[in-house]
């Protein structure tokens, strides 16, 4: 395929290869994989580049940047190989001649152990730079050590929003190492940010006023950002609110098991700070919505079966996509063996992998079960179908955006329709709420939580 950048691919080229060290902030669907292909094909007949190693997460590594590579006529003297699979399997790709090595993140504190912090590549592609938000990660340690002997950096996101802004510096350290934002995030956080502690750990953070224009004027110099409502005509993304009655019989047993279990957690984890909090309520949230899909896992995890009201709901809906395919979201593994059984006569598959990826883009699958943590970042799906189905939204509002933007994206050809499967009366409406607020992951759990606390005491 002939590819005819937009302009605002052409920018990002060009940012690319001006910049040794640089940052692509661009929203989903905006190209960010094809224009760094590009530009390191430019890069490397220039004689600038000799070995690129691009950095992203598993299931992106496995097949994202090949399939890009493959995709475009201009790309096809590009060598990419990737390096995943057994230790054995990496080494024999590390070992075959290529001109860009794709390895998912967590192999890469491997990678550097392997060649003593000094890297075969003179270039390194970031894809997910959030992956690197946390400085106490091995994967951000690791990059530290390798960092002084690569001559560039090329760092992919999406645009940080406000709230987003607190995980920074790791992201732009691994950029210009320290740099702009300052060699310490301790001094980083202090210095523009507000934060609220509790027995010295930090429970809350709110930028101090005006400081984010300041962040964001010292990184302005390497970091490009864009926006895809500012540059890109996408057909329409719809979103129903599927409320789904429980009968009496299921309702009054969800009621008795939420409160139950609220009390429960109420008297083991009354007295947690709010991060530890947090993390425990996730927990109970995670029960509360096992329920609401229809099963539970027991102690031994095991699936016991309660209710089938989600899923009649989506068969129907599978009905009436009349021979279209649908891409269904699902939160718990025993949702999978469930949802295949009431399919049956359909082409269900639950994604997995590339080839998984390519039967569902070429109209060989008719619906493909996915969970949006494995499916959420820079998968191209849009060619498939224009049908989601979130069986259970869960919490997170990043990989709820990604994951819908698998199919809203550039080259998609129809409107999206986004159907939310919501048991009224349960935990789910919640979340759905949640995801609407666009309040991080934490505070969603814990005013939820609050919620139901309260609820729950006062009958």
């Not at 390497?222 to 005509?233: F, P, R």
């Not at 984890?269 to 029960?287: D, F, Q, R, T, Y």
Request: a positive charge.
């Amino acid at each position: 395929m002939k590819f005819t950048p937009y302009e605002y691919q052409r920018t990002a080229i060009q940012w690319i290869i001006d910049k040794p060290r640089c940052g692509l902030f661009l929203d989903m669907g905006l190209g960010k994989t094809v224009s760094t292909l590009t530009a390191l094909q430019q890069l490397i007949d220039d004689c600038e580049v000799n070995r690129a190693l691009v950095i992203a997460p598993k299931k992106v590594a496995e097949t994202t940047w090949s399939t890009e590579a493959d995709k475009w006529e201009h790309l096809h003297g590009l060598r990419v190989i990737k390096v995943l699979g057994s230790e054995k399997q990496r080494n024999t790709a590390l070992a075959t001649a290529a001109d860009v090595y794709v390895t998912g993140r967590d192999n890469f504190a491997w990678l550097v152990a392997k060649y003593q912090g000094r890297l075969p590549f003179d270039t390194i592609v970031i894809d997910e730079l959030t992956s690197f938000k946390s400085s106490k990660s091995q994967r951000f340690k690791a990059m530290r050590i390798c960092l002084p002997s690569i001559r560039r950096v090329i760092g992919l996101t999406g645009t940080p929003a406000p709230n987003g802004l607190i995980d920074l510096w790791a992201q732009i350290y691994c950029l210009d190492q320290g740099e702009r934002l300052g060699k310490s995030v301790t001094k980083y956080r202090e210095t523009y940010f507000t934060l609220q502690k509790w027995n010295n750990i930090v429970v809350r953070s709110t930028i101090k006023s005006s400081c984010e224009d300041i962040i964001r004027s010292k990184i302005a110099d390497i970091c490009l950002s864009m926006q895809a409502k500012d540059y890109l005509q996408l057909p329409s993304m719809i979103t129903h609110i599927i409320n789904i009655p429980l009968s009496d019989k299921t309702r009054k047993a969800y009621q008795e098991f939420e409160r139950e279990k609220v009390l429960q957690f109420k008297a083991e984890h009354a007295e947690e700070p709010n991060n530890i909090l947090a993390n425990s309520a996730a927990g109970l949230m995670n029960k509360l919505s096992q329920f609401a899909n229809g099963a539970v896992y027991d102690d031994d995890r095991l699936a016991h079966e309660i209710h089938r009201e989600k899923i009649d709901r989506l068969v129907e809906i599978v009905e009436a996509a009349s021979g279209a395919s649908v891409l269904v979201f699902y939160q718990y593994k025993h949702d999978i063996p469930r949802i295949t059984d009431a399919l049956k006569g359909y082409r269900v598959r639950t994604y997995q992998g590339e080839q998984d990826l390519i039967d569902w883009n070429t109209g060989n699958i008719d619906v493909l079960l996915a969970h949006p943590a494995s499916t959420a970042y820079g998968l191209n799906m849009q060619q498939g179908g224009h049908y989601i189905v979130w069986f259970g939204t869960g919490w997170n509002l990043e990989h709820y955006q990604q994951a819908n933007a698998r199919l809203h994206r550039q080259g998609q050809q129809h409107p999206v329709t986004v159907y939310q499967l919501i048991a009224a009366g349960t935990v789910d409406e919640r979340a759905s709420k949640a995801l609407e607020s666009k309040k991080g992951v934490q505070q969603s759990l814990l005013d939820s939580l609050n919620y139901l606390i309260k609820k729950h005491s006062t009958q």
